[in-house]
């Protein structure tokens, strides 16, 4: 077995020469956050990153990369306040760190570059809903879509497909608001599409357009909590709260400098 496995992994190597590199990146994006509850939950503004990208590739055939972005943003809230439901407006402030492993097979002697990418996403973020009231979220998700990149010094790339979070985890931080615990909520994900579609100018440097996005489902009700402070959650009968069916819509511009 120990043979056949070092034969596979020998002609893998031989099979198809790769190349490594790493790059960074620097996006601006327009994001907005929905809520469908009465009244709805809106936000709306700039956000920031900054990232690196590691790709492994080769001519044809398994190749493998990760990309990484920190980014932060102050967007416009348009809601209501938790504890009586009057409208409220005001300023949402977000930080956050995502992971990707990608697996891509590029498709062998095609003129387009064709390849199907495949990732596992692990996203991270804090919303920072007031001075006492924020909202931590643990998201993993899966990736699958098709794209098209010839890789020569110039010309047009691009591609788009399917995003599906499996694995979400909320922490609302309900003792620092007054609540008697705090349960954790997990949203349920739904698919939702991401895009890109950009330029390489020479061998270092990129621009691009990108859309991505998120899908959640309403989450399980908590188990009955108390809160004075809350309209309907004063004790001794309390409330269940749930987060509502959410989405995620970002619109981008991504510059890239690659070390060729």
Excluded at 178 to 183: A, D, L, M, Q, Y
Aim: charged fraction near 20%; hydrophobic fraction near 35%.
């Amino acid at each position: 077995m120990k043979a056949i496995l070092g034969a596979a992994l020998a002609a893998l190597a031989v099979s198809a020469p790769a190349s490594a590199g790493w790059s960074i990146t620097g996006d601006f994006e327009r994001f907005r956050w929905a809520e469908s509850t009465d009244p709805r939950v809106t936000e709306t503004g700039p956000m920031f990153g900054i990232g690196g990208r590691f790709t492994l590739e080769r001519p044809a055939g398994w190749q493998f990369g990760w990309r990484g972005r920190l980014y932060v943003g102050s967007v416009d809230y348009d809601g209501a306040f938790l504890d009586t439901g009057a409208p409220a407006t005001g300023t949402t402030d977000y930080t956050g760190l995502l992971n990707e492993a990608q697996a891509v097979y590029r498709l062998p002697g095609n003129r387009q570059g064709l390849e199907l990418v495949s990732g596992l996403i692990l996203d991270y973020w804090n919303r920072q809903l007031s001075r006492d009231q924020r909202e931590e979220y643990w998201i993993a998700s899966l990736r699958l879509g098709l794209q098209a990149d010839r890789r020569e010094s110039t010309g047009w790339f691009g591609g788009g497909g399917l995003k599906y979070p499996f694995y979400t985890r909320e922490d609302a931080h309900l003792t620092e608001i007054g609540f008697n615990s705090n349960p954790r909520l997990e949203p349920k994900g739904e698919v939702s599409l991401y895009a890109d579609f950009g330029y390489r100018f020479n061998r270092n440097i990129s621009l691009a357009v990108y859309y991505d996005s998120y899908r959640f489902k309403e989450s399980d009700p908590t188990p009955r909590l108390t809160n004075p402070f809350v309209s309907g959650c004063a004790p001794p009968g309390g409330c269940r709260l749930i987060q509502p069916t959410s989405k995620v819509d970002s619109l981008g511009l991504r510059l890239q400098y690659s070390f060729r």
